[in-house]
């Protein structure tokens, strides 16, 4: 079955600092990962995938297949970055987006 | 084009009632979706559309639930005798190839 874990729901960071939200993945095919953004009161957003290698905003993620891992990363936080971050894959030929419950990243001034 | 839109934003009704919703995906997009989202949930998958073609159903579509794109560029979900669980934001995604879809505002439901 495929499941995605976001195993932290709030991070707290201050601006400046590095942030790394992280996701794990349950699936035994070659998954294709995606990070989504929700900022307040807008639409779910794509952020990036792990197919185009694109780093977004300053963040990036490695997809790491030995440890079933797609953790986003930024060097260094900005207080626009404070957003709601969802997680999702898809794979094994159907188009269906699994997503993970979220987490919501505040960036304090 | 602004993307993709939902119609209504909010809809209340009353438990047994029927709801349909409609979603005007980005226009040169031949794939469609729907999701459901509850409060600290992330978007769960109901189905996919291809053209007008429904190719693919989640086990939560129950049979209270109907969704048809018939020209292969709007589609409807609609929602029958309706229930307390079935509150929840319905949103609509669009893509041209693959998953990872542009989503559009979502229709908040509340059933009373």
């Known amino acids: 079955a495929q499941r995605v874990t976001q195993p932290e729901k709030l991070l707290s960071v201050f601006k400046g600092a590095p942030v790394e939200l992280k996701c794990n993945y349950s699936?035994?095919?070659?998954?294709?990962l995606f990070w989504y953004v929700q900022y307040s009161r807008q639409r779910l957003q794509l952020l990036l995938r792990h197919i185009s290698r694109e780093s977004i905003k300053g963040f990036t993620a490695d997809l790491n297949k030995g440890e079933t891992s797609f953790h986003l990363k930024k060097p260094f936080a900005q207080e626009e970055d404070s957003a709601m971050y969802y997680c999702a894959l898809s794979g094994g030929g159907s188009e269906k987006l699994v997503f993970g419950k979220g987490m919501k990243l505040t960036v304090n001034p | 084009d602004t993307g993709v839109s939902q119609n209504p934003r909010h809809k209340i009704t009353k438990r047994g009632q029927n709801v349909t919703f409609r979603c005007d995906p980005i226009?040169?997009?031949?794939?469609l979706y729907w999701y459901r989202q509850t409060l600290g949930q992330g978007p769960e998958f109901l189905t996919y559309?291809?053209?007008?073609?429904?190719?693919?159903k989640s086990r939560l579509l129950s049979d209270r639930f109907s969704a048809e794109r018939p020209k292969g560029s709007f589609s409807t979900l609609e929602i029958q005798r309706t229930e307390q669980g079935d509150s929840a934001m319905y949103l609509c995604?669009?893509?041209?190839?693959?998953?990872?879809?542009?989503f559009g505002p979502g229709t908040r439901l509340t059933v009373t």
């Open positions: 699936y035994s095919g070659s998954p294709e």
């Open positions: 226009s040169e997009h031949n794939r």
């Open positions: 995604a669009s893509s041209l190839a693959g998953a990872g879809g542009y």
């Open positions: 559309f291809q053209n007008e073609a429904q190719l693919e």
